[in-house]
Nanobody, 124 residues
Framework: QVQLVESGGGLVQIGGSLRLSCAASGRTFSNYAMGWFRQAPGEEREFVAAINRSGVTTYYGDLVKGRFTISRDNAKNTVYLQSNSLRPEDTAVYYC?????????????????WGQGTQVTVSS
């Protein structure tokens, strides 16, 4: 089992920034690719970003490309999501997820472990 705990969400103004963190425990962190997803009320879960096991390769959803950056620190068992130039449409619960798969990292079904989520609200 892998346990994931997100933190860093909150209320931010339009154009502001937040850094989300996801701390992992239970298994060897570097064996897992990591992803961030988000879900707004009444909407499906949406891919935000993913990073491979070593941290060399990253992937982004079209709506966040150029504004968000995913990174990981395998020594600290933590993955991060730096979110800049936030917009009201970024408002959602943000989830981190872990998978031993190497491919299809944009798909929620690829992931075996999920955190409880952290709320991000972007307000004017």
């Amino acid at each position: 089992q892998v346990q994931l705990v997100e933190s860093g969400g909150g209320l931010v103004q339009i154009g502001g920034s937040l850094r989300l963190s996801c701390a992992a425990s239970g298994r060897t962190f570097s064996n897992y690719a990591m992803g961030w997803f988000r879900q707004a009320p009444g909407e499906e879960r949406e891919f935000v970003a993913a990073i491979n096991r070593s941290g060399v390769t990253t992937y982004y959803g079209d709506l966040v490309k150029g504004r968000f950056t995913i990174s990981r620190d395998n020594a600290k068992n933590t993955v991060y999501l730096q979110s800049n130039s936030l917009r009201p449409e970024d408002t959602a619960v943000y989830y981190c997820a872990a998978t031993e798969e190497l491919l299809r990292l944009r798909l929620p079904d690829t992931y075996d472990y999920w955190g409880q989520g952290t709320q991000v609200t972007v307000s004017s």
